[in-house]
């Protein structure tokens, strides 16, 4: 289970071997592109995160076969990344070796399959962290002959949505789910950029609503930009949507509404939480000056500024206390 919008718009936009496939492809060298059988490509289960990480990072992988070579398999890791990480090259490393080993737990008597590692990059700025294992290394191997043979090296390939026009992204051959999924990545927490080219991307979503489970993957927009855009975009998108999408006004509204109740849900316990702290406030103020007579500003302060729980002792200290400072004694 993912626990950030980031982490769960991809998955849903890339899980699909079918979208996963499309964006992969015309990354690829030709050659390789061409030595596979994409329609042989399937997700394989289990994660190969850092458990310290697992909060807020997902990763997929696929495999595919090759078309020649029978039973051949090559694995690509597809990541997604929405800040600068400098050690990416080594944590990918990690998750290789774990792919592979539980590959050779699986299959004894095999070979292991290549790898290809992929980072989608929704990065502020772009990517300026290292894309291959040398940049890691100092001395760089390739700055000593024969070095280059003897440690482990390899390159991700990186897709830098921040460098990416909307013309960039309408063009790839993707489905219009993930296609809009790459928008919302790039922009969704940008209030200018978001603004700024939501009038490109608004009718994009009436194709995604007519696709098969469009509704579903509709809420799944509605409900990123509802998390990560900020207020007043937001609403301009809401009446957008609202207003372009007449088929659709019962699955945004029961977001929004939904949203609504729980802000008000929020605000409610809030206030109740606000008006016990007030309550022991007042008390404790009422039971100084009956016990010692006017308080001065210093430990007026200290009572605003006091949480419950220093309240409650502050309270219990009053019963005892033989003067003002005693009670607010650290």
Same mark, same amino acid.
């Given at each position: 289970?993912?626990?950030?919008?980031?982490?769960?718009?991809?998955?849903?936009?890339?899980?699909? $071997?079918?979208? &996963? /496939?499309?964006?992969?492809?015309?990354? !690829?060298? +030709?050659?390789? @592109?061409?030595? #596979?059988?994409?329609?042989?490509?399937?997700?394989?289960?289990?994660?190969?995160?850092?458990?310290?990480?697992?909060?807020?990072?997902?990763?997929?992988?696929?495999?595919?076969?090759?078309?020649?070579?029978?039973?051949?398999?090559?694995?690509?890791?597809?990541?997604?990344?929405?800040?600068?990480?400098?050690?990416?090259?080594?944590?990918?490393?990690?998750?290789?070796?774990?792919?592979?080993?539980?590959?050779?737990?699986?299959?004894?008597?095999?070979?292991?399959?290549?790898?290809?590692?992929?980072?989608?990059?929704?990065?502020?700025?772009?990517?300026?962290?290292?894309?291959?294992?040398?940049?890691?290394?100092? $001395?760089?191997? &390739? /700055?000593?002959?024969?070095?280059?043979? !003897?440690? +482990?090296?390899? @390159?991700?390939? #990186?897709?830098?949505?921040?460098?990416?026009?909307?013309?960039?992204?309408?063009?790839?051959?993707?489905?219009?789910?993930?296609?809009?999924?790459?928008?919302?990545?790039?922009?969704?927490?940008?209030?200018?950029?978001?603004?700024?080219?939501?009038?490109?991307?608004?009718?994009?979503?009436?194709?995604?609503?007519?696709?098969?489970?469009?509704?579903?993957?509709?809420?799944?927009?509605?409900?990123?930009?509802?998390?990560?855009?900020?207020?007043?975009?937001?609403?301009?998108?809401?009446?957008?949507?609202?207003?372009?999408?007449?088929?659709?006004?019962?699955?945004?509204?029961?977001?929004?509404?939904?949203?609504?109740?729980?802000?008000?849900?929020?605000?409610?316990?809030?206030?109740?939480?606000?008006?016990?702290?007030?309550?022991?406030?007042?008390?404790?103020?009422?039971?100084?000056?009956?016990?010692?007579?006017?308080?001065?500003?210093?430990?007026?302060?200290?009572?605003?500024?006091?949480?419950?729980?220093?309240?409650?002792?502050?309270?219990?200290?009053?019963?005892?206390?033989?003067?003002?400072?005693?009670?607010?004694?650290?």
């Amino acid at each position: 289970m993912t626990t950030t919008p980031h982490d769960a718009l991809f998955k849903a936009a890339f899980e699909s $071997p079918e979208h &996963a /496939s499309a964006l992969l492809r015309p990354l !690829l060298p +030709p050659a390789v @592109s061409a030595a #596979i059988t994409w329609e042989s490509m399937t997700l394989q289960p289990g994660s190969f995160v850092d458990p310290k990480l697992a909060d807020r990072h997902t990763d997929l992988l696929f495999s595919v076969q090759l078309r020649e070579g029978g039973d051949a398999l090559l694995y690509f890791l597809l990541e997604h990344q929405s800040t600068g990480d400098p050690d990416m090259p080594l944590r990918v490393l990690a998750y290789m070796v774990r792919i592979w080993e539980r590959f050779r737990a699986e299959h004894e008597d095999a070979r292991l399959p290549p790898i290809v590692p992929m980072v989608v990059s929704h990065v502020p700025g772009g990517w300026t962290a290292p894309r291959s294992f040398d940049e890691l290394l100092d $001395p760089n191997p &390739a /700055s000593i002959p024969g070095l280059g043979e !003897l440690v +482990p090296r390899f @390159s991700l390939l #990186i897709e830098d949505l921040a460098h990416l026009s909307n013309d960039d992204l309408k063009s790839r051959s993707l489905a219009a789910f993930p296609k809009v999924a790459l928008w919302a990545l790039r922009d969704g927490r940008h209030a200018d950029h978001f603004g700024h080219n939501m009038g490109a991307w608004i009718a994009a979503f009436a194709d995604v609503a007519r696709a098969p489970n469009g509704l579903r993957a509709l809420e799944q927009l509605i409900r990123y930009f509802a998390l990560v855009t900020d207020p007043l975009p937001f609403e301009a998108f809401r009446a957008r949507i609202l207003e372009d999408l007449p088929g659709t006004e019962e699955i945004t509204m029961s977001w929004f509404d939904h949203q609504q109740e729980q802000a008000l849900a929020k605000g409610r316990a809030e206030g109740r939480a606000e008006g016990r702290v007030e309550g022991r406030a007042d008390v404790l103020r009422k039971q100084l000056i009956q016990k010692f007579g006017p308080i001065d500003s210093q430990h007026t302060s200290r009572i605003e500024a006091a949480s419950p729980e220093t309240l409650d002792h502050y309270l219990e200290r009053v019963l005892t206390a033989t003067t003002l400072d005693a009670v607010f004694a650290e």
